[in-house]
């Protein structure tokens, strides 16, 4: 019998003020509030690395606050998404990686590319993106030592880093699409599962699974109930038994209840965890 996956279950971020007094304890210092979060989830998306790049010193101080085992997500910045629209070649994607996520070590999970909403599929200029992507530690350490050093000196130490992983995100009907698959598939990149009424798709692209639930898919739903959350403990359950790794987060508009929604999920998969 094969190794059986590992699943972690988060949200996306973790400052967020209606969490103060109800996710997180009544005066809890905000510094201390990644290491409470990390406490109770077991990955979390870091989403400033959409905006800008970070500092390696700030993804250090990151994985400092956190529990051996837990994993960050890293989202691809909006550069390379949203403004260069996947056409930029390789230099935003060096300039990214060198910017420090390498920093994170064992804490490194997959790097998620969350395309624009009128982003066609377009099949060369996606196969030319996934190609980029480096799909290695020694790939990602070639790519980010070509960044502009004018900007600030690569940081290239993969001390700790386990894999190198991608999920990409579509949200235009096109990619709906066999030929889409197909691509990622053949990069191993996984698609997004969104959970949407739009995008209601389980399909696996890879080998492992990605998460980014948006609310359940049935119309008229407003949040993620006990059913809810035992159809999803189901089928992680099922991909994990088949030696999938599975990285779950909640991340639909009703962020107050975001983290008791990975709580339950975790639990309902029966991984448990000190604080429990």
Known sequence: MGRAGIVRTGTAGWVYEPWRGTFFPEGLVQKKELSYAASRLTSIEINATFRANQKPASFQRWASETTEGFQFSVKGPQLVTHIKRLKGGA????????????????????????????????????AAFLELLPKTVDDYVALADKADRTRQEPFLDPTGVQTIRHAIEPRHPSFKSAEADALLRQHNVARVIADTEEFPSRDL?????????QGPSRPGAEGYGDADIDD???TIGTWRDGGKDVYAYFVHEDKLHAPSNAIALRKALGIALPGD
């Open 91 to 126: 230099e935003p994607l060096a300039n990214f990686f060198a910017s420090g996520p390498l920093a994170l070590g064992d804490r490194l999970g997959p790097f998620v590319w969350q395309l624009p909403p009128n982003l066609a599929f377009d099949p060369q200029s996606l």
């Open 232 to 234: 999803w403990a189901h």
């Open 205 to 213: 692209t890879a080998d492992f699974a990605y998460l980014r639930l």
